[in-house]
C-alpha cells in the first residue's frame, strides 16, 4: 500500500506564506509525477502545480510567481511554497502523485487526505 500524508496548512493572514509538504510512503519502487490540488467549499477540485520526477514544474495561471512547487526525490516528498496569499487561496489541498509499486509494472495515482489552509484576517 501506498500513503501520501500532507502537512503545513493553518490559518495565515492575507499576504502571508505557508509551505506545504507531502510525503509518500510505503511500497514505492518509483514515484514520478507530483502535485497539488485544491478544492474550496462549493468548488471543484483544481489544479495548483504539478512536478515531473526531473523537475519540470507547471502552474495554473492564478498561482504563478506566487507558488513553488519543489520536490526531494530521495525523500519521496513534494513542497508547495505559497506567499502572497489571499482569501481566494483558501482550500483543502491536497497532494497527488504517480506511484510505481515493488511488484508492478503500471503506474498507479494516489492522492492524500489533505490539508486545510485558511487566508483571513
Known amino acids: 500500500q501506498v500513503q501520501l500524508v500532507e502537512s503545513g496548512g493553518g490559518l495565515v493572514q492575507p499576504g502571508g506564506s505557508l509551505r506545504l509538504s507531502c510525503a509518500a510512503s510505503?511500497?514505492?519502487?518509483?514515484?514520478?509525477?507530483m502535485g497539488w490540488y485544491r478544492q474550496a467549499p462549493g468548488k471543484q477540485r483544481e489544479l495548483v502545480a504539478t512536478?515531473?520526477?526531473?523537475?519540470?514544474?507547471n502552474y495554473s495561471d492564478s498561482m504563478k510567481g506566487r507558488f513553488t512547487i519543489s520536490r526531494d526525490n530521495a525523500k519521496n516528498t513534494v513542497y508547495l511554497q505559497m506567499n502572497s496569499l489571499n482569501p481566494e487561496d483558501t482550500a483543502v489541498y491536497h497532494c497527488?502523485?504517480?506511484?510505481?509499486?515493488?511488484?508492478?509494472?503500471?503506474?498507479?495515482?494516489?492522492w492524500g487526505q489533505g490539508t486545510q489552509v485558511t487566508v483571513s484576517s
Open positions: 510505503g511500497s514505492i519502487f518509483r514515484v514520478n509525477d
Open positions: 497527488n502523485a504517480g506511484v510505481r509499486r515493488w511488484g508492478s509494472m503500471n503506474e498507479a495515482a494516489y
Open positions: 512536478i515531473t520526477r526531473g523537475g519540470i514544474t
